[in-house]
Structures are given as C-alpha cells and as structure tokens.
C-alpha cells in the first residue's frame, strides 16, 4: 500500500502551498502549517481541525465543498506550467509488482481523491484497477488505509506494508500492525529507501 504525496510523487511543497492558498481564499483566514500539530493529517483532517478554531462549525459543509473547489483549481493551474514527477522510479516499481501474482497493491492517500487523481495523471501514473482510498472517503488516516485494503479484490494477506514518507504515515502504520517502509529522509526508519531506482533496496524490505 502507497501514499502519494512525498512518497510516489514529489509534490510535497506545491500540494501544500495550493491547499493552504486554497484556505485562504475561501476563508480569508492564514492556516497554521505546523502539521504535526493536528490530529488527523489529512485534507479533510486538517481542514475540521481549522474550521473548529476559528469557530466555524456552522459553515462546515460550505467550507469543506469551497475549500475542495478552489484547491483544485489552483492544483491544475500548477501542473499546466509545472506537471508533477514522479518520485525516481516509483511508475516502474509499481508496474513491476502489479505484475506479480503474489502482490496486492492499494493506495491510501491523506489527500482528497479529486486531487490526488490529477497529480499521479500528471506524472505518468496508471492506477486503473488498483484499490484506491483517501481523506475524500474518511477523515482519519488509519481508516483511509483501512478503506482501501477493503477494496482490494484479495483480503487475506500473510503481511501488509505501507510505503509512506512522513511520521503520521508511520504511526498509523504501527497502529494498525503494518509494516512499515520510510521513503526519503524526513525521519529515521530502521527501512527506508531514498527512492525506486533499485527495485531491489524496496523488495528486500518486503521479504522477497
């Protein structure tokens, strides 16, 4: 199972820039972009987090639409000057183990689908037909990755593995007994890999 932002792509700094820009806008309010400060790091998480602070609740349903809208546009607006890339080598290890009889492979995303699904177009990734959750289907991460092994056509695993890049993509890992493969250096991992371009570093942390 995959995350998407920092892990399959890089689009880190403009997914965030867009989202809080997109805040902003329909708000007029600055959001606090200290993530590791809110509870549920996902679109929709941080965005009830945000709204329950600045008094809110009452819009919840207006704002989450507006907010989703506007973040959208300004996402395409990007990756019309500036098309997403990949993480090294990640479109091909994921064909790779598509491939593979003895390999179910799922994405569990913090971000909205509507999103999500533009950058990994944008960068070249095919993911028709794989399993597919995000902050669209539930607030709280681990129920995201919950969600999306539900809809794999195979549920009965011997192990389950997230492939994520940040400490929220860990914990939730750890909370629901996957195990866990760092991608990039954004914390210490005892598996990590900087990037797919050797297959090979990632299949051995999956015990093949």
């Known amino acids: 199972m995959f995350d998407i932002d920092g892990t ?21 309010h600055e959001l606090n972009t200290d993530w590791a400060s809110y509870k549920n790091i ?28 506007s973040f959208v546009q300004l996402v395409q607006a990007h990756l019309e000057v500036s098309p997403a890339r990949e993480v090294d080598g990640a479109i ?14 799922a994405i569990a995303t913090g971000g909205w689908e509507e999103t999500a699904r533009i950058k990994l177009h ?13 902050s669209s289907d539930a607030i709280e991460r681990t129920k995201v990755m919950q969600l999306s092994e539900s809809r794999c056509s195979n549920t009965l695993f011997i192990s389950k593995t997230y492939f994520g890049d940040g400490v929220w993509d860990k ?6 007994s996957y195990n866990f493969i760092l991608v990039g250096n954004k914390l210490l991992h ?14 051995i942390h999956l015990g093949m």
């Open 190 to 203: 005892s598996k990590q890999i900087d990037n797919f371009q050797s297959p090979e570093a990632a299949l």
């Open 8 to 28: 399959l792509i890089e689009s880190c700094d403009f997914d965030a820039d867009c989202y809080s820009e997109a805040i902003k806008n329909v708000t007029g």
């Open 42 to 69: 996902t679109d929709a998480g941080i965005l009830d987090e945000f709204i329950s602070e600045h008094d809110l609740t009452d819009q919840r349903d207006f704002l989450h639409k507006n907010v989703k809208e």
């Open 92 to 105: 091909d290890f994921l064909r790779q183990l598509q491939l593979r009889t003895d390999v179910e492979v």
């Open 122 to 134: 944008s960068a070249g990734f095919d993911i028709s037909g794989l399993a597919f959750a995000s």
């Open 171 to 176: 914990q939730a890992s750890e909370n629901l």
